[in-house]
């Protein structure tokens, strides 16, 4: 930009013609710190990703014993959940309707496994039933765990059915 003083005379301000760009300089400083900052991003994004499919494998679960527990109150049947399969390998469970005999057999997410159950055994399997007013058997806990460790607890008060997923184990917490 040039501007012309009263005095006539010319005063350049900015750069020359010739200093347009970056030095060579500067873009390895540039590039060099968005390496970094992708070095320090890239693994916090990973195990972001897999606490997330914990977190939803955590709520679905505690939605389909709240629709077991709805089931019971609204059909006037017990509802059951069975919770199936090795711990680590192919774990699931099954919801089955006291009326009809159907089971609905849900697969956890990849990566998910049980990691505490403490439901009573029915026919060598742990399983929580809902009975007709919406109450549990028992009162008891599930623990899921993903692939870097972090546990996520559903936990099913005793006489009220309430449900209710925590980072933290219920205070009676046996192990």
Not at 88 to 107: A, F, I, M, R, W
Request: aromatic fraction near 8%; proline fraction near 5%.
């Amino acid at each position: 930009m040039t501007i012309i003083l009263k005095s006539g005379s010319l005063i350049t301000i900015g750069r020359a013609k010739n200093e347009n760009g970056f030095t060579l300089i500067e873009m390895v400083c540039v590039i060099s710190l968005l390496t970094i900052l992708m070095l320090i991003a890239v693994p916090a994004m990973a195990d972001f990703g897999k606490n997330q499919t914990l977190e939803v494998a955590a709520r679905t679960l505690a939605i389909d014993l709240r629709k077991s527990q709805q089931l019971a109150i609204t059909s006037g049947w017990t509802q059951l959940v069975e919770f199936r399969g090795d711990p680590h390998y192919h774990p699931q469970y099954c919801l089955k309707d006291g009326k009809t005999n159907e089971s609905n057999l849900v697969k956890l997410p990849e990566g998910i496994n049980y990691y505490y159950n403490n439901f009573p055994k029915i026919d060598s399997v742990r399983t929580l039933k809902f009975m007709r007013s919406g109450a549990p058997n028992s009162g008891g806990t599930v623990a899921l765990q993903n692939k870097t460790g972090k546990i996520l607890y559903i936990i099913v008060a005793p006489a009220t059915g309430r449900i209710r997923v925590s980072n933290l184990p219920p205070a009676s917490w046996e192990q």
